[in-house]
């Protein structure tokens, strides 16, 4: 628990136009951003338009913004998946005039104040395609050549780039080869399990803008799945980095990090 509550991870949204007190000043990340770039690297924001923490000030102040229409239950309901609390974040509803003033607004201010090489764009499944499109269009992110990355968390490679297309993103998380990468390395499946997958790159509008990785904070970690296996490891990296798209790396892979699910997947750095 963080202070009493279940989000250790930092997630829970407070307030999306303001920079978390403990991560220090907007001069701070000011600083990142230059030094970042001083090394040809970028600086990539994580936003979520989806919902907001439990304690947000927002839904004391305005709960007319939101859908109050329960928990998802349903993963396969396409109303639920946009309307519904997923783990009980309060949702927001994004198609209301004033909620998406709001969020624009404030991805409007960090474009402004921060300057970044772009976003991560999270719960792409939980908030609607044309809304995404939309919002596209009206920060032009994506129309000045920066990142506008979509976290779709599915397996299928036909509605990754069908989403890719309606959602008016840069690119989308690979989690199709994911789970091939995984299936072959870890769990002892054919190569020919990466082939299929390869295959269908052809429905991609771009198959090398793909972010592709072998695990995440989401995910049970590469050493769990592997069994510790540091050779079944190596090799699934060294695939990840000959393979076509753009690798990602989260945090504990080169400890390695083990953790099947959480809080363990999630575990500070050490």
Not at 174 to 202: E, I, M, N, Q, W
Not at 206 to 216: F, S
Not at 222 to 248: K, T
Not at 249 to 268: F, H, K, Q, S
């Given at each position: 628990p963080f202070h009493g509550y279940g989000a250790f991870h930092g997630y829970w949204t407070y307030a999306l136009d303001r920079l978390e007190p403990r991560f220090g000043a907007i001069s701070t990340l000011r600083e990142l951003r230059d030094a970042l770039h001083a090394r040809g690297m970028r600086l990539v924001l994580d936003l979520v338009l989806n919902h907001v923490g439990p304690d947000a000030p927002l839904t004391r102040e305005h709960p007319e913004w939101f859908h109050h229409q329960g928990g998802l239950e349903d993963w396969n309901d396409p109303v639920q998946l946009t309307t519904h609390d997923v783990q009980g974040l309060p949702d927001l509803a994004q198609e209301q005039p004033e909620v998406y003033a709001h969020l624009l607004a404030a991805t409007r201010g960090w474009l402004e104040t921060i300057a970044p090489d772009g976003f991560r764009l999270d719960a792409v499944k939980h908030v609607p395609l044309p809304l995404w499109r939309r919002f596209s269009e009206d920060t032009g992110v994506a129309r000045r050549g920066g990142a506008w990355v979509g976290e779709l968390f599915d397996g299928s490679?036909?509605?990754?780039?069908?989403?890719?297309?309606?959602?008016?993103?840069?690119?989308?998380?690979?989690?199709?080869?994911?789970?091939?990468?995984?299936?072959?390395?870890?769990?002892?499946?054919?190569?020919?399990?990466?082939?299929?997958?390869?295959?269908?790159?052809?429905?991609?509008?771009?198959?090398?803008?793909?972010?592709?990785?072998?695990?995440?904070?989401?995910?049970?970690?590469?050493?769990?799945?592997?069994?510790?296996?540091?050779?079944?490891?190596?090799?699934?990296?060294?695939?990840?980095?000959?393979?076509?798209?753009?690798?990602?790396?989260?945090?504990?892979?080169?400890?390695?990090?083990?953790?099947?699910?959480?809080?363990?997947?999630?575990?500070?750095?050490?």
């Open positions: 490679p036909a509605t990754l780039a069908e989403a890719w297309r309606a959602g008016g993103f840069t690119s989308l998380f690979d989690f199709p080869l994911r789970g091939a990468l995984d299936d072959v390395f870890c769990a002892g499946r054919p190569p020919s399990v990466l082939g299929t997958v390869l295959s269908l790159d052809r429905l991609y509008p771009d198959p090398a803008a793909l972010v592709t990785l072998a695990d995440n904070h989401d995910l049970p970690r590469l050493a769990s799945r592997c069994h510790g296996d540091l050779g079944a490891m190596a090799s699934a990296l060294a695939f990840l980095y000959a393979v076509r798209g753009v690798p990602c790396l989260t945090w504990g892979t080169e400890v390695p990090l083990e953790g099947a699910g959480e809080p363990e997947n999630r575990a500070d750095m050490r």
